[in-house]
């Protein structure tokens, strides 16, 4: 039962590696091991669970990924690039970072205070 768990939550993930519970590290000797073992605990015909038959398809599906040498390599890039993608900063919009520079520029903000006091002088004046 638990094994079936961890099945649907990887496969939820999109995580072959771990719907069939091994590291992407390891050689096609060790998929095919435990692909083996997971497919006879989880078989229809040999298990009458609900969701075994889910978590077998789900199985398969990682297996017949794993399993071919080129399939295998580009589900490993592109895990790679999200993976990546994910690990990078989003910058700041550029509209709002030019806006935010030229609005708290110190710079800006001493001229504007200098104008507002030279206005009010100005006025007092009159």
């Known amino acids: 039962m638990s094994t079936m768990i961890d099945v649907y939550i990887s496969g939820s993930e999109s995580d072959c590696y771990g719907i069939l519970g091994v590291d992407t590290l390891a050689d096609d000797e060790a ?19 609900n969701g075994a038959e889910g978590a077998f398809k789900l199985v398969l599906d990682a297996w017949s990924l794993l399993s071919d ?11 790679r690039k999200k ?6 900063p ?5 509209a709002a970072a ?29």
């Open 69 to 79: 040498k080129a399939k295998r390599v580009s589900y490993d890039h592109q895990k």
């Open 31 to 49: 998929v095919k091991k435990q692909y083996k073992k997971l497919a006879l605990l989880l078989h229809p015909d040999k298990t009458r669970l």
């Open 90 to 94: 989003e910058p700041p919009p550029a």
């Open 83 to 88: 993976k990546e993608k994910k690990s990078e």
């Open 98 to 126: 030019a806006a935010a520079t030229r609005e708290d520029h110190p710079k800006r903000r001493f001229k504007k205070t200098e104008k507002r006091a030279r206005q009010e002088e100005a006025g007092k004046a009159k």
